[in-house]
């Protein structure tokens, strides 16, 4: 997707708002692995025009609110919506679930449900890419709550001293949970906290996914002649923290207005009133996005359950024999009495 035109990068965005849109419809069909996940709808911006900025094995780590940055790098919409049902035609075969996907071929070293957990894993590869001289940049994508983690700022430290080619992408969507970023710390200007490390750092508007790009791309350069970047991408979360969250910290007035920071409407009018597209043409992309995103549901719901005698696989040596299922060992030793 580099350097990306206005309507590839409206239709990246079209694809992650529908995919979060089928989650959503996935978890209250009762469909989903586990209680807990978490929609980036208003913030496709940040996913789609910092991906449009990368390269062919460039890595990248995504927090618990991560489907859209996966699917702006390229990810099968049918394997991730499989794995947040936990089938085992997902990604991790069902063990990751919404919060843990990982895929080595795109270079996505593993989203984190910890808070910050997944920041320090992009400093180990840019020292990687550094020493084999690979020319790869690794980016952390992580949310405003994460500035609040010691982790963090450790590892620009450490980006900063080593010149490492990292670039920190904060994904504000002005909550943490239900704590509002300006009653969580003194200094919203996140960005300022990345220079005092010595970081290349910016604050974009994510209205516009244009602004993103340019930012990212500009940003990513420098970070893979050696200057570690920080980029802020200010949004607004649509929904809940979690797809349970009814959000009562917001009121309905607030929601109203933060919801028409709308990125993905933002690039449509763009493209309208700038004659690149029409409403009938766009309408027909919007259309044909939804059938790949009902495909990838349909998909998801027909899967098969991952078999209890594969729960150990991936998780020891493959060389080694696998532990043996409590249950298993339970009725062989009642089988022996």
């Known amino acids: 997707m580099k350097n990306s035109t206005l309507p590839e990068l409206y239709a990246e965005m ?3 708002r529908s995919f979060e849109e089928r989650v959503g419809e996935l978890f209250v069909r009762g469909q989903s692995a586990g209680s807990m996940l978490h929609l980036s709808i208003g913030e496709e911006s940040a996913a789609v025009g910092v991906c449009a900025a990368m390269e062919t094995g460039d890595t990248f780590t995504t927090h618990h609110r991560g489907h859209g940055i996966f699917l702006a790098r390229g990810a099968d919409p049918n394997g991730m ?12 075969r069902g063990k990751g679930g919404s919060m843990h996907i990982a895929d080595m071929g795109l270079g996505h070293l593993g989203a984190n449900a910890i808070v910050g957990g997944g920041i320090p894993a992009v400093v180990g590869a840019g020292l990687s890419a550094r020493h084999q001289q690979s020319g790869a940049v690794s980016i952390a994508f992580f949310g405003d709550g994460a500035t609040g983690q010691g982790i963090l700022y450790e590892s620009m430290n450490m980006a900063a001293l080593w010149s490492l080619p990292v670039v920190f992408v904060c994904i504000n969507n002005q909550y943490g949970m ?5 009653q969580a710390t003194a200094n919203p200007r996140l960005h300022e906290r990345a220079e005092a490390f010595g970081l290349a750092a910016r604050t974009v508007d994510g209205l516009a996914v244009e ?9 990513i350069a420098g970070a893979r002649a050696g200057k570690p970047a920080f980029l802020a991408v200010d949004c607004y979360r649509f929904y809940g923290h979690a797809r349970k969250d009814k959000s009562p910290y917001r009121d309905a007035a607030e929601e109203e207005e933060g919801r028409q920071k709308d990125p993905v409407q933002q690039a449509r009018d763009k493209l309208i009133a700038s004659g690149q597209m029409g409403e009938a043409e766009l309408d027909a992309l919007d259309a044909k996005i939804a059938t790949e995103m009902d495909g990838a549901i349909d998909f998801a719901i ?16 493959p060389s080694q024999p696998e532990p043996e299922p409590v249950r298993t060992r339970l009725d062989r030793v009642l089988a022996q009495e």
């Open 81 to 92: 919506m499989a794995e947040i049902a936990g089938k085992e035609s997902g990604y991790c």
């Open 302 to 317: 027909a899967g098969e359950e991952p078999q209890m005698a594969s729960m150990f696989r991936d998780v020891y040596d």
């Open 178 to 182: 239900g704590t509002r970023i300006d």
């Open 14 to 16: 079209r694809r992650v």
């Open 211 to 219: 602004d993103v790009a340019e930012a990212a791309a500009e940003l």
